[in-house]
DNA sequence: TCTTTACTTGACTCCATAGTCAAGAAATAT
DNA sequence: ATATTTCTTGACTATGGAGTCAAGTAAAGA
């Protein structure tokens, strides 16, 4: 009756499932930039349809954007939350971002973006920011972690993270992983005896 | 007499100066891949020339990197040089070079690696990775740096950080530094007695 | 079935950059 | 002063991606 309201033809509902799902695989591979032709043609669609029923890049990626991406950061919140050790929480939190980084280039993206649109996305990196705020407070209150770090130093260290795995193209992912450690390292508190 | 040998006319000697110097300011603003355009405006003069002239970017880029890279990447090893505490000398070595790549874009782009050709540069770049070889092991042999830390590992360190300098642009310098010296930190033995 | 309306298409424009080349301009040689 | 040679130019092609739209196609409604 009433539910005959904005109904779309049932080709536009098929192109509109199919695109979606194109977007999915695509841009889980390749990271949120790439070429919306590529995307058509995995779908088997014309360009012009995904401006048509998406109105462009950013529309899609809100259409897409939560799928892709939500349950990874979440799934990675609520899998270190059961650790007790508040720094190993910690530091497991953070590792598990950077690969996470290097193995998603989408959420890559989405971590590195200013990411204007796309409202529950914000909202998420919102909880995670403070998510991991706490986390970093409560490493900090054992003393184990150098407590002239910010919440600001996180997200930043994040930041650049993120800019390397997205050139990392090429290079391994346990060298990545590797060097990412020092960093790490480098966040606790130093021994008293230094020079 | 026989020194008449290909020499270039008036016209085109005054060209191949001006475009050199032109090349030397706007790659030293933005780096190696600021597009030939500016350049050739830069030095009023058509992009056809520089082509003429240089046989594209790599050319002109084998005419200028010399004097746009070499005294700073030398400078810094001889500036380092005179510091006698072996870890404070590697960990300055280290700071200067991350600086470096945040203050001067194309000798970033030169310690990135995207020039494979540049006999003078390949000399020059090897000679820092010697030389930052040695700068760590006599560090390590203090203790004080991690022995697991390869030069290989340094490499790739300074390649890292090439790339956060890269997309810095807008990032504030000493937040930049602020940052670099929680990896460099990282790279020091740790305290014996972890958790 | 035919009409109406919704949808899709691919060819088009636009932008920025790399790179080329025939024709005109300028220096040099005589 | 003219012929010769060397240079320079800017308009041209090519690439790759964004974004648009008139015209054609297919579904829905009668």
């Known amino acids: 009756m009433t539910e005959t309201r904005s109904r779309l033809r ?13 977007a999915l695989d695509v841009f889980r591979l390749g990271g949120l930039n790439t070429p919306l032709d ?6 088997g669609v014309s360009k012009g349809t995904i401006y048509h029923r998406f109105g462009g890049r950013q529309g899609l990626i809100d259409a897409v954007v939560t799928d892709l991406v939500a349950e990874y950061i979440s799934g990675i919140m609520t ?27 989408a ?7 200013a990411l204007p649109g796309s409202e529950p996305l914000t909202t998420l990196c919102e ?3 403070e998510f991991a705020g706490r986390l970093l407070g409560e490493a900090q209150a054992t003393g184990r972690i150098r407590d002239d770090l910010t919440p600001d130093d996180l997200y930043l260290l994040i930041w650049e993270r993120g800019i390397i795995a997205r050139a990392c193209d090429q290079q391994p992912r346990d060298g990545y992983q590797r060097r990412f450690e020092y960093t ?12």
Request: negative net charge; hydrophobic residues 40%.
């Open 10 to 22: 049932a080709d536009a509902q098929r192109n509109v499932e199919g695109i979606r799902q194109a």
């Open 38 to 43: 590529e995307v058509a043609r995995a779908a």
């Open 79 to 105: 899998s270190v939350e059961a650790i007790t050790d508040p720094v190993e929480r910690f530091e497991s939190y953070l590792r598990k971002i950077w690969l996470l980084q290097y193995d998603e280039p």
């Open 107 to 113: 959420s890559n993206d989405v971590l590195l973006r």
């Open 127 to 129: 909880h995670a920011s």
């Open 184 to 195: 790490l390292s480098g966040l606790r508190t130093p021994s008293v005896a230094s020079v």
